[in-house]
């Protein structure tokens, strides 16, 4: 059966929200997105990664560093998507609880989820996981700040 779900957001609209480029671009998608509260993202992982030439090349895996900034690109765009966050740019502040549970590999489709758990002033906190098939790769919970 043809599955006929479209995207939320591009990659070319997710540019409009968050100043990330090629090749720090980590995000395809988004699925799914609550401004402020949040995502759903994915990011199909492909043997041109530039990473992948040297991490590693005879056993290409993601860098879970990478994995971590994917999530927070998405939870930036759920952020950023707000109207009074407009034009700004979130900056990481902290991770805590990074645990990496699979190697990400190519051709893997990695799905990002964040949650918004706490947003004050210019300060807030994701909780993220990263799934392959729906088996965790990778948690953490991320803190941002948002900046001009």
Do not use: W
Not at 58 to 86: N, R
Request: charged share 25%; proline share 6%.
């Amino acid at each position: 059966m043809l599955d006929t779900k479209k995207d939320l957001l591009t990659a070319k609209e997710i540019m409009d929200i968050i100043p990330h480029r090629q090749p720090f671009m980590l995000l395809d998608a988004i699925e799914e997105m609550e401004e402020g509260k949040s995502v759903k993202a994915r990011k199909c992982v492909t043997y041109n990664e530039p990473f992948f030439g040297g991490h590693f090349p005879v056993e290409p895996v993601m860098p879970g560093v990478l994995i971590v900034e994917a999530m927070a690109q998405a939870g930036a765009v759920a952020v950023l998507s707000m109207p009074e966050m407009k034009g700004k740019t979130a900056y990481f502040a902290g991770i805590d609880k990074a645990r990496f549970k699979r190697k990400v590999v190519p051709g893997d489709v990695l799905t990002l989820e964040v949650e918004i758990t706490k947003l004050k002033g210019p300060i807030g906190i994701g909780q993220g996981k990263a799934t392959v098939n729906g088996e965790l790769a990778c948690s953490a919970e991320i803190m941002f700040a948002i900046g001009k």
